[in-house]
């Protein structure tokens, strides 16, 4: 079993920046893939960036590439997201979740493991 703490989220003018945290306890952190998704009212659940377990490969919507990054402390069993020229269109929960397969997934349904999510939100 695995909990999930998202942390972070919160109002934002267009063009600044966030890092949300995702506290992970549980088994054994570094031996899952972790992803960050998000989900704006009235949509589907979508993939924003993902880590492998050895965290040497990262994986991101186009959307937020050259924004967003995620990276992972395997110590501190935490796995962030750095946000930065945030836009409206960003705006949603954000939720990390854990994957305890092989490989990355990018599809929400192959997660194992969710956080409660926490608000993110771009004024214009």
């Known amino acids: 079993q695995v909990q999930l703490v998202e942390s972070g989220g919160r109002l934002v003018q267009a063009g600044g920046s966030l890092r949300l945290s995702c506290a992970a306890s549980g088994r054994t952190f570094s031996s899952y893939a972790l992803g960050w998704f998000r989900q704006a009212p009235g949509k589907e659940r979508e993939f924003v960036a993902a880590k492998n377990k050895r965290g040497d490969s990262t994986y991101y919507r186009d959307s937020v590439k050259g924004r967003f990054t995620i990276s992972r402390d395997n110590v501190k069993n935490t796995v962030y997201l750095q946000m930065n020229s945030l836009k409206p269109e960003d705006t949603a929960v954000y939720y990390c979740?854990?994957?305890?397969?092989?490989?990355?997934?990018?599809?929400?349904?192959?997660?194992?493991?969710w956080g409660q999510g926490t608000q993110v939100t771009v004024s214009s």
């Open positions: 979740a854990v994957f305890v397969g092989v490989g990355v997934p990018a599809t929400p349904g192959s997660y194992d493991y």
